[in-house]
């Protein structure tokens, strides 16, 4: 479990760290805080030597662009957004580092020259050109140097990829890493706007006839009491034109009691759909980490209590840890109706406060959030 996470030069911080970590943590603050960053922060750092994570970041904020090039069009992420300040010049770094309880994690990115001697008489992706005219590109031909350290096994995992005159990195790119070594824990994100269709679809079914079927039917029982069961709507519905549509919730069917016709589980409202995805994630992050962005969103205050309970109650029994960002107060002081009045030794639910300007979190631990809650005192 991740006991702090220390970032530097990373997005809009050039120091931060959270610390006093619990089993469950809800993250607040301000709008444009950084409350979204920690997340993506934990998530670069424990998808260990995954490309594919700094991809889905990126592209997730629209943080990505074409660019025609040679007669093709390459799709490219914008890597300088991960960077304070946006600065991609040579030596350029940021950092990502937790002490968990097996040992510290790290992870770090920084730009360097790249050791390939462009080829004047034949344009190419490390080109050198005269930055006066373009002002917006990086100025020579650099590498994005990557390391991950597995404090577990001690192990690294390192990779390179070459960065565009627009300091993107572009598919083709992502393509010429090759990376071996990967020790990974389960890791999910959430967004804000839930998950996809397609992946509901496939947690769904690799938990169909096990022990978490009913798990998930119980959650979603949270909100609509009467559901009985739950299924697919077949696969011949699946990853249609349709599934890609903003806010296409299709795919699974709902049978409540006393109802004849099954239900499409977008009937249901937003409520459901949060709770099912936020069950189906516990189910798959056994031993590992879940991320969720907005955790409230589509749920009523009456029934956050009881998603707290299935998410404590949950990442206790399999061993998983829960990162969780809110701006509201009902969420928060939900969350104190299940935290304990005496703890031990450390917290399994704190409340990670980050304010503008400063280098370090807030911590409140259980006692806190109930004393908070009791006084009506704000900590958002």
């Known amino acids: 479990m991740i006991r702090s996470v220390t970032f530097e030069n990373y997005r809009g911080f050039r120091r931060f760290e959270l610390h006093d970590l619990g089993r469950v943590n809800l993250i607040v603050g301000t709008n444009n805080a950084g409350k979204t960053s920690v997340l993506e922060a934990v998530y670069l750092l424990e998808a260990t030597g995954d490309f594919g994570s700094i991809w889905s970041t990126l592209v997730r904020r629209g943080e990505d662009f074409e660019e025609r090039e040679e007669g093709r069009v390459l799709r490219q992420v914008d890597i300088r957004r991960l960077f304070h300040g946006h600065d991609l010049s040579n030596g350029s770094r940021f950092r990502i580092e937790a002490i968990t309880d097996r040992g510290q994690d790290e992870f770090s990115a920084i730009v360097n020259e790249s050791p390939q001697k462009p080829d004047i008489g034949s344009p190419g992706l490390f080109d050198q ?118 806010g296409y919730r299709g795919g699974l069917l709902v049978k409540c009691q006393g109802v004849r016709d099954r239900i499409p589980i977008g009937s249901m409202g937003d409520g459901i759909w949060r709770i099912l995805g936020l069950a189906l994630a516990l189910a798959s992050t056994e031993g590992g980490i879940l991320l969720v962005d907005e955790i409230d969103t589509g749920l009523h205050y009456s029934v956050m209590e ?75």
């Not at 990670?352 to 006692?367: L, P």
């Open 129 to 246: 050109f005269d930055p006066t005219s373009e002002p917006e590109f990086v100025s020579r031909a650099s590498w994005l140097d990557l390391h991950w350290v597995n404090g577990q096994t001690g192990s690294g995992v390192n990779a390179q990829v070459g960065l565009t005159r627009r300091g993107g990195v572009s598919t083709e790119g992502v393509q010429t890493i090759s990376l071996v070594g990967r020790q990974r824990v389960p890791i999910r994100f959430i967004t804000a706007a839930s998950l996809s269709p397609d992946t509901v679809i496939d947690l769904f079914e690799e938990i169909v006839l096990t022990p978490s079927e009913e798990f998930v039917i119980d959650a979603l029982r949270i909100i609509e009491p009467s559901i009985e069961r739950i299924a697919t709507s077949g696969t011949d519905r699946r990853r249609t034109t349709s599934s890609s549509r903003v």
């Open 306 to 380: 009881n998603m707290w309970k299935l998410v404590s109650q949950t990442a206790k029994r399999l061993k998983a840890q829960v990162f969780a960002t809110t701006h509201s107060r009902d969420c928060y002081e939900s969350l104190a109706a299940i935290s304990r009045d005496t703890v031990s030794k450390n917290s399994e639910i704190t409340i990670q406060r980050i304010e503008r300007g400063k280098d370090r979190s807030v911590a409140y631990s259980e006692q806190e959030i109930i004393a908070a809650a009791r006084r009506h005192t704000e900590v958002r």
